[in-house]
């Protein structure tokens, strides 16, 4: 009877986990509400073993760390306490903040303390800007949501949850890499585990705008009129409800009422000369306020177009070349999630120093504050998603896996104007099964968003002697042909000049990757690994090889500073980093810095 109803007891926790683990859709523009912030101070519990989730049969257990429990009597028996747990700054990640986790893979739990108010004319909303990898979320004892992926936002409503007073939100964070997860089993970046961006107790009307959408629509060049397109969605299926957009600069205004779905839309018509269009040397951004019934949010929204026309990709209708740099989400100085504005500033205005108008942000999502900085600085943004190597292409879960971070990737950056590639994959191996995955990904995304352009970083497979042919099946699915290639690192530098390209393709060309590594500080001969004279001589004969491709559009180098990553063990030169940087891990510029600046200079 025990054995039953221990079983009995599991499968009741899988089923209310299951029931309650679907996330609420992603709020658009969270900065935008009056929210709590729980960053700060959280305990923490390393569980190696996962005792406060499985008991010793591997079953959930009753008696879990979410369930915050204190000694009721002298005898009872707890073998954890969080409040005597040591605390840990969140948001942050584990292998930065406490020395013994530094190679930490697995399941730590955090405990948060909070005031709380809860009211009857509003909604509370559990924001996580990023938790990596796999995590359950739990408020005073209640289990609120599961989440999977570890760079895109979620939330839950918890407003049923919050009780007067103090309030404990714990998080049990998983970051156990498997063969089926996105990313995969192996991926050349450090696996930074925790509670890695924001968390904000959001506070919401109890009808609000879930989603909203405002894009320029393109036009002809001489027109005289322009059109906006919005539409939005409301967190309840709902008529009758007022909407308002507004955009005081331009004298636009329109007043809207909700269909049966919740839903709005119209076309807003301005002036083309009264239009200033986002651009890199004018980003220009307008306050947009947006109400229903009686609240109002605000939000700063660029207009451009972007679209490809042969080989050329244009934005606002002009040719333009994309001088980019690609970009890891981690700190400028040293390495561990990079998770604040300041950060973001930082690493933009180097990419600024280097002559950028354009960033690749690889290999998966960064942090909003990333994006937004991005757009207010000028600089165009590659956004993807971590479909990274070899990928379980036929493994469903997995699929669903790679469209839900897809799905949120666009619902939390579609406004943004700088945003102008969602990139779908890097370096994945050619099938079948992997066509047909990354082809359905392809198409998904342009129900979500069709005013972008479509990419992913692909590789040369086709190589003889000294040409180098690009084949790729997922070329009918792009708007871009992106590709990696490391001739002067995992090819002999010599050969640069006599290489010749075939991409048969009458598409924009992006070359994705290219560069090699280098300590900062060391320097020999340029035919001398690791030195800084060795990077520079492959900057500079791949710069003269990249000016030879037919219809290139664009490149962003790997990378724009050196990040960490256990693949890399090479002691006293790596060290656990990628040295391919421009600048070093503590900020220091390498002489490839200036070969690439000056390349630049010339487009």
């Known amino acids: 009877m025990k054995r039953l109803l221990t079983t009995v007891f599991a499968l009741s926790c899988l089923l209310t986990a299951s029931a309650q683990s679907k996330d609420l859709?992603?709020?658009?523009?969270?900065?935008?509400?009056?929210?709590?912030?729980?960053?700060?101070?959280?305990?923490?519990?390393?569980?190696?073993?996962?005792?406060?989730?499985?008991?010793?049969?591997?079953?959930?257990?009753?008696?879990?760390?979410?369930?915050?429990?204190?000694?009721?009597?002298?005898?009872?028996?707890?073998?954890?306490?969080?409040?005597?747990a040591p605390t840990m700054k969140i948001p942050s990640d584990w292998n930065t903040q406490d020395d013994q986790l530094f190679f930490y893979e697995g399941t730590v739990w955090f405990k948060k303390s909070f005031q709380a108010a809860p009211s009857k004319d509003s909604r509370s909303l559990l924001y996580f800007a990023a938790v990596n990898y796999d995590c359950h979320v739990y408020l005073n004892g209640q289990h609120v949501g599961h989440h999977i992926g570890g760079f895109t936002p979620f939330?839950?409503?918890?407003?049923?949850?919050?009780?007067?007073?103090?309030?404990?939100?714990?998080?049990?964070?998983?970051n156990?890499?498997?063969?089926?997860?996105?990313?995969?089993?192996?991926?050349?970046?450090?696996?930074?585990?925790?509670?890695?961006?924001?968390?904000?107790?959001?506070?919401?009307?109890?009808?609000?705008?879930?989603?909203?959408?405002?894009?320029?629509?393109?036009?002809?060049?001489?027109?005289?009129?322009?059109?906006?397109?919005?539409?939005?969605?409301?967190?309840?299926?709902?008529?009758?409800?007022?909407?308002?957009?507004?955009?005081?600069?331009?004298?636009?205004?329109?007043?809207?009422?909700?269909?049966a779905e919740g839903k709005v839309s119209c076309t807003l018509k301005v002036n083309a000369k009264k239009l200033s269009l986002w651009s890199p040397q004018n980003p220009k951004l307008y306050d947009v306020r947006l109400s229903v019934d009686t609240s109002t949010i605000n939000d700063e929204i660029g207009f451009r177009t972007i679209e490809t026309r042969d080989k050329q990709i244009l934005l606002n209708g002009q040719p333009i070349f994309l001088k980019g740099i690609s970009i890891h989400n981690?700190?400028?100085?040293?390495?561990?999630?990079?998770?604040?504005?300041?950060?973001?500033?930082?690493?933009?205005?180097?990419?600024?120093?280097?002559?950028?108008?354009?960033?690749?942000?690889?290999?998966?999502?960064?942090?909003?504050?990333?994006?937004?900085?991005?757009?207010?600085?000028?600089?165009?943004?590659?956004?993807?998603?971590p479909v990274y190597?070899?990928?379980?292409?036929?493994?469903?879960?997995?699929?669903?896996?790679a469209r839900q971070q897809l799905t949120d990737m666009i619902a939390r950056d579609h406004n943004r104007a700088n945003v102008i590639i969602w990139s779908i994959a890097n370096e994945t191996p050619h099938s079948n099964e992997r066509d047909q995955f990354l082809g359905n990904l392809a198409k998904y995304a342009r129900t979500l968003d069709n005013t972008r352009l479509i990419s992913m970083a692909m590789e040369v497979t086709g190589a003889s002697n000294y040409v180098n042919r690009?084949?790729?099946?997922?070329?009918?699915?792009?708007?871009?042909?992106?590709?990696?290639?490391?001739?002067?690192?995992?090819?002999?530098?010599?050969?640069?000049?006599?290489?010749?390209?075939?991409?048969?393709?009458?598409?924009?060309?992006?070359?994705?990757?290219?560069?090699?590594g280098a300590r900062a500080g060391y320097h020999g001969a340029k035919n001398q690994r690791w030195t800084e004279e060795f990077q520079e001589n492959l900057y500079i004969e791949n710069c003269a090889m990249l000016d030879k491709i037919e219809g290139l559009a664009g490149t962003t180098p790997w990378i724009l500073k050196d990040f960490r990553s256990p693949r890399r063990v090479l002691n006293g030169i790596q060290d656990y980093y990628n040295r391919k940087g421009l600048y070093s891990d503590k900020g220091e510029k390498k002489k490839a810095f200036y070969v690439l600046k000056k390349w630049y200079e010339g487009k």
């Open 25 to 84: 859709p992603l709020i658009q523009n969270v900065f935008a509400y009056e929210s709590l912030s729980l960053n700060g101070d959280w305990n923490y519990i390393v569980d190696v073993q996962e005792e406060g989730y499985y008991d010793y049969r591997m079953n959930p257990t009753r008696s879990g760390f979410f369930q915050n429990a204190k000694p009721k009597r002298p005898e009872d028996l707890i073998e954890y306490d969080f409040d005597k």
């Open 155 to 174: 939330n839950y409503d918890v407003s049923d949850k919050l009780r007067e007073g103090e309030n404990i939100v714990i998080v049990k964070v998983d």
């Open 176 to 259: 156990k890499r498997h063969a089926e997860d996105v990313p995969t089993q192996i991926f050349d970046w450090w696996n930074y585990g925790g509670i890695t961006r924001d968390v904000r107790l959001v506070k919401v009307p109890t009808v609000y705008l879930e989603d909203y959408d405002l894009q320029l629509q393109k036009a002809d060049a001489k027109a005289k009129t322009r059109e906006l397109s919005f539409s939005a969605k409301l967190n309840k299926a709902e008529a009758g409800h007022k909407v308002v957009v507004s955009i005081p600069e331009l004298k636009l205004e329109q007043q809207l009422t909700s269909d």
């Open 330 to 385: 981690e700190k400028p100085n040293g390495g561990g999630r990079a998770n604040t504005a300041e950060d973001a500033r930082l690493l933009l205005s180097w990419a600024k120093e280097l002559g950028c108008n354009f960033v690749r942000l690889a290999h998966y999502p960064h942090h909003e504050e990333m994006v937004r900085e991005a757009e207010r600085m000028g600089i165009l943004v590659w956004s993807e998603i």
């Open 389 to 401: 190597w070899t990928i379980a292409w036929t493994n469903t879960k997995t699929y669903e896996n």
């Open 470 to 516: 690009l084949h790729d099946n997922m070329h009918e699915y792009v708007d871009v042909v992106s590709f990696n290639q490391y001739i002067g690192w995992y090819r002999d530098v010599n050969d640069a000049p006599k290489m010749r390209w075939e991409i048969p393709y009458n598409k924009p060309v992006i070359i994705s990757e290219f560069g090699g």
